[in-house]
């Protein structure tokens, strides 16, 4: 069984397209993030959602947008790609419970700008 | 705000040299601190945790002792092997605005050589 999971896991597209990345955990945690990774393996955080609420947007231009239509998904679409948006794009869910706090990463999807 | 800071790498080391990577960390509060690899090709992983000072996280043969009077938080390996190549990030978690915010350090790329 797939903790975290994400697709598609490449993504290759024009600039100027849209394109959406999906993410779904079935571990019933209530808090999921979105990472971009860039290729010096850079790991910076976009959002994150607490059951379905955003609760940490940095400084993402507008183009991106994240949908958690209920606490176990969250995708994110981006608008008008442009080509530093070629990255690796992670999504993690946390367990916070008993003390315990940890962050459960997907596989990760390759997006490619050409 | 919070910050994690790594040593650079790549680190390239024999099979079975004692490996150290350093990690630093700034943070307002007692945060709980953490190792997280990301093997080629996957999404990272939690190595090990440490939840409050003098803590030692350990897992795999690595090591991370919680020190907060000189605030880092180092991993050690006595032996490393050639399946421990891969990118390893220091991170911190603390409470900020009601929420856990969790702060990754840049990755550290360590090459194992036979």
């Known amino acids: 069984d797939t903790a975290v999971s994400q697709t598609p896991k490449y993504l290759v597209t024009q600039m100027g397209n849209d394109k959406s990345i999906k993410c779904e955990q079935n571990?019933?945690?209530?808090?999921m993030y979105w990472y971009k990774q860039d290729s010096k393996k850079f790991l910076k955080i976009m959002f994150s959602?607490?059951?379905?609420?955003?609760?940490i947007n940095e400084t993402v231009p507008n183009r991106f947008s994240p949908k958690s239509p209920d606490k176990a998904h969250l995708n994110l679409h981006i608008n008008s790609l442009e080509l530093g948006d070629s990255a690796v794009y992670f999504c993690?869910?946390?367990?916070?419970?008993?003390?315990?706090?940890?962050?459960?990463f997907g596989p990760g999807t390759r997006l490619t700008v050409l | 705000g919070n910050s994690v800071t790594q040593m650079e790498g790549p680190v390239t080391l024999s099979e079975e040299a004692f490996l150290t990577i350093n990690c630093t960390y700034t943070?307002?509060?007692?945060?709980?601190l953490f190792w997280y690899v990301q093997y080629p090709g996957e999404g990272l992983q939690l190595l090990l945790k440490?939840?409050?000072?003098?803590d030692k996280g350990s897992n795999k043969g690595f090591e991370a002792t919680y020190r907060k009077e000189t605030t880092s938080f180092h991993l050690e390996k006595g032996s490393v092997q050639v399946s421990d190549s891969a990118v390893y990030f220091c991170?911190?978690?603390?409470?900020?605005?009601?929420?856990?915010?969790?702060?990754f350090g840049t990755g550290t790329k360590l090459q194992v050589i036979p």
């Open positions: 993690a869910s946390r367990e916070q419970r008993g003390g315990v706090d940890e962050q459960f």
């Open positions: 571990l019933g945690h209530d808090t």
């Open positions: 959602y607490n059951n379905k609420e955003l609760i």
């Open positions: 943070a307002t509060g007692y945060p709980s």
């Open positions: 440490a939840t409050k000072a003098d």
């Open positions: 991170a911190l978690s603390e409470r900020s605005g009601g929420y856990q915010k969790v702060t």
